[in-house]
């Protein structure tokens, strides 16, 4: 006893060390001093571990245990340098020494000793299932807990990016809920990959020790934005083929890997095709939809979260020519991997705002069920489906009323126009899905005279399909009412009515005598050329005569005018010498020539073209002398009457003259 005390000193304890050393020779190394704990508060089991190192393959570790009272247990011939041991071999609640003797070939080596309370000693296993996740700028970690108390975490990281710089270290309290311990460290770079390892002791244990490190893990970066999806779709035997395809997340976020879910509202409803699993780490997908609307989300998925869903919004096929279903459908009894769907309709877009699905479990009691909430007067749009080959195919789409009715509004926009005195055009919009109540089979279109006594109601048929009609056999000049109902098999709907009065007959067809109009005129038009082509023959045409001076341009100057008139008039000297006329005759003689002129300048064709060019300048100048002079009153009024007398003869005469002017 004394001797142990004595060997417990420090100084004791040195000089065992090196006599067992020396005593068993210097082949091998010390193995490090003992650690021994339990995993947590809660263990009965004690776990006691030491370093050892050598190249020797048979190695065996003897460990020894030195309470108080001088009991000592031996655990001997431990082929590894960790070993369990159960509570009950050991003395725990109080102060116990213990050390290792490691055993290779025929050397021998002690570990330095080591005592504590083993029962105050805690150590949690490294931490493990780590699992990370983005929120913002701050990084939660969590992992799997050690015990029921909240740990203390020493979290080391550096960016991914620069795995030589150092690690940057944080000492946090975790929070401990649902049997997980979780940290945030706050304020790192999202964008960014890091490298992280973690370890953690407990913060109640009296003597804790540090849990191993955790293996460094990966934290991608986040997923910030949703998988860019591109979609095309492909009818394929009564299926759709769907392929997406989607462009790859950033590198930092995908470095642990990155997959991509898909989901779809159909398989998800289990209609047809049971609910698959759809995950790839490609970067595309095909699959199989049925013919009735459905969303389809993606989503990518890293180590440290999610991708916000890109979402794919594939409408129903297009059911442009549906027929209207068979009434006893609801009857049949469903077919094991059929199912059916009733889309309620809102509006002509084929929007399904509500869906009832029908499978072959549970059939009777949906039956009754969807009996109960579909409503009368409602389209529904009904799609039969059944899963073939894991594909959902379609047997049957048509439209479905539990039970017509009659429109409850008019035709939209009813518009009537009378085009001719006979017929009129009629056009409208057709009536919306809600209003229709039912199945439209046509239009009922009716017109009576509401002018005439009889008022005899004449109705036709009027497609279902048309929006315009041309209406004919009207009676000319007759009011009519003309009004349009839709009808469906329960009846007509109320009636858009609109008054048209067609135009009165007229006596002379407007176009016979527009035509003969157009003839005359045309004939007159060639008879002019033609005559103008003849008479350029005929009589070859003859210069028009200077006739400047009866212009009513006013004489810039006096003088000027004097001397040109001086020169012409000596010209006409001659002349009134020569013919002896007074100046009465020529007066009138040059009236004559000048109203000729006059009347027939257009045609500059006269009879007295024989006349001398000498004759009508004498005339000429005659004239302006006639203007010049001023006569007196009565004696202009007599030349005057002369002339005008003159002239109504020669008019007369030139007529009966010239009678070949008026032959056309
Ligand atoms: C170990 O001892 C045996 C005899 O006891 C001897 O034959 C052997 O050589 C020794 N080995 C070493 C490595 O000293
Ligand atoms: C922890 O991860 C291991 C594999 O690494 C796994 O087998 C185990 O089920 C995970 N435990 C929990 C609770 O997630
Ligand atoms: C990140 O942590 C800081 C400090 O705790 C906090 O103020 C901030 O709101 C957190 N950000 C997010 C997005 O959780
Ligand atoms: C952890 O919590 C304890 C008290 O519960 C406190 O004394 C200690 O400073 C905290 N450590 C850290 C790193 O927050
Ligand atoms: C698809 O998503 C849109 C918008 O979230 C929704 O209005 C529509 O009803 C959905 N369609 C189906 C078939 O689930
Ligand atoms: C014609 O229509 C008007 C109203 O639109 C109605 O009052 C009238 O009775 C109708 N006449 C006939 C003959 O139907
Ligand atoms: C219009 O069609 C219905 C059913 O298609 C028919 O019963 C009715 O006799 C038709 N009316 C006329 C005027 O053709």
Not at 98 to 105: E, H, I, P, Q, T
Not at 327 to 341: A, D
Not at 534 to 548: L, Y
């Amino acid at each position: 006893m004394e001797t142990f005390d004595h060997l417990r000193s420090p100084h004791g304890f040195v000089l065992f060390t090196l006599l067992a050393t020396i005593s068993k020779g210097l082949a091998c190394e010390a193995p490090s001093s003992p650690q021994c704990f339990r995993r947590n508060e809660e263990e009965s089991v004690y776990i006691c571990e030491w370093g050892f190192d050598t190249n020797e393959s048979d190695v065996t570790f003897d460990l020894y245990f030195h309470d108080i009272i001088g009991s000592v247990s031996k655990f001997m011939n431990l082929k590894k340098n960790r070993t369990e041991i159960i509570e009950e071999k050991l003395t725990v609640g109080y102060k116990i020494d213990f050390w290792v003797d490691a055993r290779a070939g025929n050397s021998s080596c002690t570990s330095p000793r080591r005592s504590g309370v083993l029962v105050d000693s805690v150590k949690y296993d490294a931490p493990q299932n780590i699992s990370v996740f983005w929120s913002g700028n701050n990084l939660s970690l969590s992992w799997l807990a050690a015990e029921e108390h909240p740990a203390l975490a020493e979290v080391w990281f550096r960016q991914y990016e620069h795995p030589t710089e150092s690690w940057e270290k944080r000492l946090i309290n975790t929070t401990d809920e649902a049997s997980m311990y979780k940290v945030i460290v706050v304020n790192l770079l999202k964008n960014s990959a890091y490298q992280i390892q973690i370890r953690h002791q407990s913060m109640k244990a009296k003597n804790s020790l540090w849990s191993s490190w955790s293996p460094v893990i990966i934290v991608p970066a986040e997923l910030e934005h949703k998988p860019e999806v591109s979609s095309k779709i492909k009818f394929v035997s009564h299926t759709r083929q769907v392929t997406l395809t989607w462009k790859s997340a950033p590198r930092a976020a995908t470095l642990s890997g990155v997959k991509y879910r898909l989901n779809d509202t159909q398989s998800s409803r289990g209609c047809p095709c049971k609910k698959k699993s759809r995950e790839t780490s490609t970067n595309s997908y095909t699959f199989y939809v049925s013919y009735s609307a459905v969303n389809i989300t993606v989503i990518a998925r890293n180590a440290a979260g999610e991708s916000p869903q890109a979402i794919i919004q594939v409408p129903a096929a297009s059911a442009a020519d549906l027929k209207i279903c068979d009434k006893s459908l609801l009857n049949k009894t469903i077919k094991k991997r059929t199912c059916l769907e009733f889309y309620e309709l809102q509006d002509a877009d084929l929007k399904p705002e509500s869906v009832m699905t029908l499978t072959a479990r549970k059939q009777k009691k949906e039956k009754q069920k969807i009996n109960k909430t579909m409503k009368d007067f409602t389209r529904y749009l009904y799609f039969e489906h059944r899963c073939d080959d894991g594909k959902p195919q379609k047997v049957k789409m048509c439209l479905f009323y539990k039970k017509e009715g009659v429109p409850n509004k008019e035709p939209k926009d009813f518009a009537v126009v009378a085009e001719t005195q006979n017929s009129a055009s009629l056009s409208w919009k057709g009536i919306s899905h809600e209003h229709l109540r039912g199945f439209l089979t046509h239009y009922n279109l009716c017109s009576v005279k509401i002018s005439s006594q009889d008022g005899k109601k004449e109705c036709f048929n009027v497609s279902a399909s048309a929006t315009k009609h041309h209406l004919k056999g009207l009676t000319p000049g007759t009011k009519y009412n003309i009004s349009l109902a839709g009808v469906t098999q329960a009846g007509e709907g109320p009636l858009a009515t609109q008054t048209i009065t067609t135009s009165p007959e007229k006596p002379i067809n407007v176009w016979l005598s527009f035509g003969l109009l157009l003839a005359f005129f045309l004939l007159s038009t060639c008879c002019t050329v033609v005559l103008k082509r003849i008479k350029s023959k005929i009589f070859p045409p003859v210069p028009i005569p200077v006739i400047q001076d009866f212009t009513p341009r006013p004489p810039e100057s006096e003088q000027e005018m004097w001397e040109r008139k001086e020169e012409v008039h000596e010209l006409t000297l001659h002349q009134i010498v020569s013919e002896q006329k007074s100046v009465s005759e020529e007066t009138s003689s040059f009236r004559r020539e000048w109203v000729d002129r006059t009347d027939e300048r257009s045609e500059a064709e006269r009879t007295d073209s024989t006349r001398s060019d000498d004759e009508r300048s004498s005339l000429d100048s005659a004239g302006q002398m006639l203007r010049r002079t001023q006569m007196t009153e009565p004696e202009r009024v007599e030349n005057e009457l002369a002339m005008l007398i003159y002239k109504n003869g020669l008019v007369f005469d030139e007529k009966s003259e010239s009678p070949n002017q008026s032959d056309c």
